[in-house]
């Protein structure tokens, strides 16, 4: 099939590239010049593992290129995914205008059918705005449809998730609509769930609304452990067995990042809110995953004594392993409020710096985590990456003026570290 994805961020993308190796030919389209320029001298302007490999392959093969015009793509394509961004306002609610703007563009420039499909994350009625909005702006007699695909994809596993999904989802209001994505999806073995498209975009924020709630519970739960003396890592694990429940997103520490968890949360909580739902619920969790980061910084207090003119050594920057976003991270703000405390940073992450350099002001960014804990007062791990993981422990230990480890990320067993004469503390663990 012939597929134009508007939109060339983490989303887009990967699911232009993913869709090449189902067989398709697709178009990528970006209003960023310098964007497009890049990624057609096969650059990729983020990381993902395995992404730039598989732009290479397809647009050698010529089943994946680039384009910064819509009109274009629209010319070209059977299908057309919106995949731009949809930041968030200052209230939490989703801006949608680059939506209006992409779909004005689209619908003008049809001249046949064509199937309109949201992949961005958009507040449910959304498809309705943009069934309005072509109905306006197209040329007369121009048939169409307007689907729902929302998509699931983990930053640092995203092209295994689009490639083995847990399910595919699509909104559809037609028969032709549904056949259309079925057959560009044959290639993939999943259940494929169809829905009507308000269901299929409430589906997306209800999603990561209840990650983000499991994982603000696990903390709440921390907290319980360190008071009780238990540890929430064996806490977890047996919570986990429990079918009804699953491990996964049951990681105590300091609490979720990126851009889609936070924002999701806050623009669920201000789609019901409009709906005349106060879901409370949700800002609790909010309000639990904000004070896990203040949490982190006391115990780094707590460890130092005194927290000015001391030198910390941070252990990733990413908000999470296998990636370089730095949107929403939580090192952000920990290292801003060190920062006002009188600390002196040296930090290390093994993708990310280079977006980290014009966000985090004042700190010296490391080659390796070695150089970052030479004459440091202690470490704290920010994000697990299986390199921090794996670190040379006796080597920190002797790089370090004092063996302090603060672990935001429990990546280590609390008795394997103090038998190593570490001060090692960690979340939701007896620090005893």
Same mark, same amino acid.
């Given at each position: ?34 964007? #497009?320029?890049?990624? $057609?001298?096969?650059? =990729? @302007? !983020? ?5 730039? &490999?598989?732009? *290479? ?76 909005? #072509?109905?306006?702006? $197209?040329?007369?007699? =121009? @048939? !169409? ?5 929302? &998509?699931?994809? *983990? ?278």
């Amino acid at each position: 099939m012939k597929i134009s994805i508007i939109g060339t961020g983490y989303v887009g993308l990967v699911t232009g590239a993913c869709f090449a190796e189902l067989g398709h030919d697709v178009i990528c389209i970006d209003n960023d010049a310098s964007k #497009i320029q890049a990624l $057609k001298k096969l650059q =990729v @302007p !983020f990381y993902e593992p395995g992404l730039e &490999e598989m732009v *290479r392959r397809h647009v050698r093969k010529g089943r994946l290129s680039f384009s910064g015009q819509i009109a274009h793509g629209v010319r070209k394509s059977d299908v057309i995914f919106i995949a731009i961004g949809t930041p968030p306002k200052e209230n939490g609610e989703a801006d949608l205008t680059g939506i209006e703007n992409v779909v004005r563009t689209i619908a003008k420039s049809m001249r046949s059918y064509r199937l309109i499909v949201e992949k961005s994350t958009v507040p449910v009625d959304t498809g309705c705005r943009v069934r309005q909005t #072509i109905e306006i702006c $197209k040329a007369k007699h =121009v @048939p !169409f449809d307007v689907a729902s695909n929302p &998509e699931f994809l *983990r930053e640092g596993q995203a092209i295994h998730d689009f490639l083995h999904p847990d399910r595919i989802v699509i909104g559809v209001e037609s028969a032709k609509a549904e056949k259309i994505l079925r057959q560009l999806y044959a290639g993939i073995r999943a259940p494929l769930i169809v829905t009507d498209i308000k269901s299929a975009e409430l589906i997306k924020h209800a999603s990561n609304s209840f990650l983000a709630l499991k994982i603000s519970y696990i903390n709440a739960v921390a907290r319980v452990c360190e008071a009780a003396g238990a540890d929430v890592e064996r806490v977890a694990e047996g919570m986990g067995m429990d079918g009804r429940i699953g491990r996964a997103f049951l990681d105590a520490g300091i609490g979720f990042g990126g851009f889609c968890l936070p924002k999701d949360l806050e623009a669920f909580v201000r789609i019901s809110q409009k709906l005349g739902y106060d879901f409370g619920l949700l800002k609790e969790a909010k309000r639990i995953n904000e004070s896990q980061k203040e949490l982190f910084v006391r115990k780094i207090e707590n460890s130092l004594w005194n927290i000015k003119d001391k030198t910390i050594a941070v252990a990733g920057l990413a908000f999470k392993p296998d990636t370089d976003d730095m949107r929403f991270a939580p090192s952000v703000d920990i290292i801003a409020m060190l920062q006002q405390l009188g600390a002196r940073i040296r930090a290390y992450d093994p993708q990310a710096t280079g977006k980290a350099r014009g966000l985090l002001k004042d700190a010296k960014f490391c080659r390796d985590i070695y150089e970052a804990a030479r004459g440091s007062d202690c470490l704290i791990i920010v994000t697990d990456w299986d390199e921090i993981k794996k670190m040379d422990l006796k080597r920190i230990k002797k790089l370090l003026k004092q063996p302090i480890i603060i672990d935001g990320r429990n990546v280590f067993e609390p008795s394997m570290l103090k038998a190593m004469g570490f001060s090692y503390v960690s979340i939701g663990r007896s620090q005893l």
